[in-house]
Structures are given as structure tokens and as C-alpha cells.
């Protein structure tokens, strides 16, 4: 069968001729022609079940009303049904009591990432161990300021911290300031001197840190024993906090640590009365059930607390 597409003689041109060259002007594939009515029709069909034309404000709705929020809600949903009867056992329970659960520990673990990424990892660093130097103290180690049982990791995340340590740079004159850095320096590696304790104990360091100098829990005093620093190691570091002290308001130089509150309803109270206090405003008059009802705080509810509290515990250095 003689083939016109391939006989260049019998079919029409379109007159355009290149290098000798000529384009032919052979009809497109019936294959092809087919698919391109097809996938136009399949637009128009598009068109009319799903939201297509942008208008100002909105879209055109399309017949299935289907949209993309509308399927993420879905889905949502489907999420939120598998985790309402966790929840709603985890609101019940106590730490100790989740502690004790495996199933219900498993699942506090699980959904505590995304918690601790959004509330906390950007001062204690992902997974807890922030980086060096930043000031904020390491939750992985065993090295707790106030105390890392449950209860008191709970506590920590619930009602915030602050450890006072006053400026001591009046109080002092230099020869003693090098004296307590290189106690500081010393006992950090078990080799304080008799004379160094002595001048500890003196000058009322022990008040905070204990006789022992291994810090007290109820102050989060940091321990000054051990080669875990909550600010530096260095000479010229350790100088500048017995200077200028912890969280004292009266030196500008101080050092600031402070770990907010989470509790949502506490962290409202705190705010509450701190810009009633500001605006000289009686204290009585504040309408409390008007104020806890908002969450402006955007802190977290108890069962979070919770769940972050056995979170932490478990980073290794829980006791
Ligand atoms: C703005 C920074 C910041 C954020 C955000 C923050 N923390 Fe803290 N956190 C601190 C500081 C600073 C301290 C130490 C307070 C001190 O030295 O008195 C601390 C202390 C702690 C402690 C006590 C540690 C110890 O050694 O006793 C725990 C537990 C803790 N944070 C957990 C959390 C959790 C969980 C979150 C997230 C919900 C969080 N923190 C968010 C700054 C922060
Ligand atoms: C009123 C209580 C108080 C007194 C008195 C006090 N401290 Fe502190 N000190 C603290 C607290 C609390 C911290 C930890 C602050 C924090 O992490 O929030 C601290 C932290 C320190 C640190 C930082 C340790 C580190 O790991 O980085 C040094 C060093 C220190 N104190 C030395 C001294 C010396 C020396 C004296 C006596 C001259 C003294 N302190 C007196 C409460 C006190």
C-alpha cells in the first residue's frame, strides 16, 4: 500500500522551504487529536464539579463542594478520635500514675516532640540539651538546679523559675572576688582549699549553695562541686556572676534566667496583676472569672504540662 504520508511527493507543503528542506504539511495523528478532545473535556468537567475561577473575594464552589480545608478537617477529625480517649485518661491521671503506664507513657512521649519543638526547644535546644553557652541549663543531664523528680520537673514547667542570686560586687573587695572565683575553680574539681571555704562561709555564699557548696534545690542555687556549669567555667565568667549576680533586678548586668511559667491559668493571673500593678489599678477590682476565660496567654493546658514533664524525665536524667 503506498503510504502518501511518506511520499513526500504526493503531499501538500506549506510552502516553507529551508536549506532545501521543506516542511509538509501531513494532518496530526487521529491518536493524538483523540487524547487532546479528551483531556479538554476532562477540564470542562473539572470545572464544573470542583472551585475553579478565582473571584475577588472567594472562588466559584464547584457542584461537589468539595475544598482543600474541607478534606484537612476530615482528616483532622480522624486524627483527633484516635487521640480523644488518651487525652481524656492522660487529663486523669498523675505524673507518677503515667509514669507507671507503659501504654499511656508511650503515647505521652509521642506527642510531647511536637510540644517540646514549639514551646521549648528554642531555649533548651531539640531533644533538651541546649547549645553551649547559651545559658539555659541542659535537661538530659543528672545535673538538676531544682530537683528532677517528676513532681519537681512538673513543677518547674508549670509555675516557671527564676533563681535569685544577688549582685555581690558591693559587698566584696577584689582580692576576696579572686579568692571566691578561685574557690569556685577549685571545689569544681573536688580541690577546695581550707582558707577558700572559709571565706565561702563568710561571706554568707553557704546561705544558698549549702555548706557543702552542692546548691540547694528549693533555691535552684547551682551546684558548685561538679563540672556542670549553668553559666561558665571560665575565670573571667565565674567572675562575672559572683559580680553581678543572678536575676538582681538593681544590677544591669546581671545575668538573667528565667524559665516562664506554662500553666496557662497561672501565666494569665501573672499578667493579670502585673499590668493591673502597672496601671495602678485596685487589685480587688479585677473580674478573674472575665480574665481566665480568654487564653491569651497561649501557654499550655495541664495535660500538656504533664506530658512534657514525663517527656523530660525520660531525656535520661529523670530521678
Ligand atoms: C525563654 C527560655 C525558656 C523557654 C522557652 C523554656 N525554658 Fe525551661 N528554663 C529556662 C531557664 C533560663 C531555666 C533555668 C531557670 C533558673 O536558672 O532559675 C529553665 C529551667 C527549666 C527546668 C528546670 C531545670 C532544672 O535543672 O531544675 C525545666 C524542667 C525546664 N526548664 C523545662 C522546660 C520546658 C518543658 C519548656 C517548654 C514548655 C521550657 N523549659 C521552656 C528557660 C526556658
Ligand atoms: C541569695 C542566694 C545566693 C547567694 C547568697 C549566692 N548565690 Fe550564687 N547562685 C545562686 C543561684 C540561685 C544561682 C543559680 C542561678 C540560676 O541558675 O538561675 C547561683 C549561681 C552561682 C554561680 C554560677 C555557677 C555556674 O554553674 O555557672 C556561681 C559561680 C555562684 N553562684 C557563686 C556564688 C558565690 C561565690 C557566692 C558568695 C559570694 C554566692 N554565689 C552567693 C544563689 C545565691
Not at 496530526?28 to 475577588?56: E, H, K
Not at 545575668?255 to 511559667?261: E, H, K, N, Q
Request: with cysteine.
Amino acid at each position: 500500500m503506498a503510504d502518501k504520508k511518506n511520499n513526500p511527493a504526493q503531499v501538500k507543503d506549506t510552502g516553507h522551504v529551508w536549506d532545501g528542506i521543506r516542511e509538509l504539511d501531513n494532518p496530526c495523528p487521529r491518536w493524538w487529536l483523540n487524547s487532546l478532545w479528551l483531556s479538554g473535556l476532562l477540564v470542562i468537567v473539572y470545572f464544573i464539579l470542583y472551585p475553579s475561577l478565582p473571584l475577588v473575594n472567594d472562588s466559584t464552589k464547584g457542584l461537589l463542594g468539595w475544598t482543600q480545608i474541607k478534606e484537612y478537617k476530615a482528616d483532622l477529625a480522624e486524627v483527633e478520635a484516635i487521640r480523644a480517649p488518651f487525652e481524656e485518661t492522660l487529663a486523669s491521671m498523675t505524673v507518677e500514675e503515667i509514669l507507671a503506664d507503659q501504654k499511656m507513657l508511650n503515647y505521652a512521649i509521642g506527642s510531647s516532640k511536637v510540644l517540646f519543638g514549639d514551646n521549648c526547644a528554642a531555649c533548651h535546644g531539640t531533644g533538651g540539651a541546649p547549645a553551649a553557652g547559651a545559658g539555659y541549663p541542659n535537661l538530659t543531664d543528672d545535673d538538676w538546679l531544682y530537683g528532677g523528680s517528676i513532681d519537681e520537673i512538673e513543677m518547674s514547667i508549670a509555675k516557671g523559675r527564676a533563681g535569685m542570686m544577688p549582685a555581690q560586687g558591693s559587698l566584696l573587695n577584689t582580692e576576696e572576688v579572686d579568692q571566691l572565683v578561685q574557690f569556685v575553680v577549685n571545689s569544681s574539681v573536688g580541690k577546695a582549699t581550707e582558707a577558700g571555704m572559709a571565706l565561702y562561709t563568710a561571706k554568707g555564699c553557704f546561705a544558698c549553695h549549702g555548706a557543702d557548696a552542692k546548691g540547694v534545690k528549693m533555691m535552684g542555687s547551682a551546684n558548685l562541686t561538679d563540672r556542670i556549669w549553668r553559666f561558665s567555667g571560665e575565670e573571667e565568667q565565674i567572675r562575672h556572676t559572683i559580680i553581678h549576680g543572678v536575676n538582681d533586678g538593681a544590677d544591669v548586668e546581671t545575668r538573667v534566667a528565667v524559665m516562664p511559667a506554662w500553666n496557662e491559668k497561672l501565666a494569665i493571673v501573672r499578667q493579670v496583676t502585673a499590668d493591673a500593678i502597672a496601671d495602678d489599678e485596685d487589685l480587688s477590682e479585677i473580674d478573674w472569672d472575665d480574665e481566665l476565660e480568654g487564653d491569651e496567654a497561649e501557654r499550655l493546658t495541664e495535660t500538656d504540662i504533664k506530658k512534657l514533664a514525663v517527656y523530660v524525665h525520660q531525656f535520661g536524667g529523670g530521678q
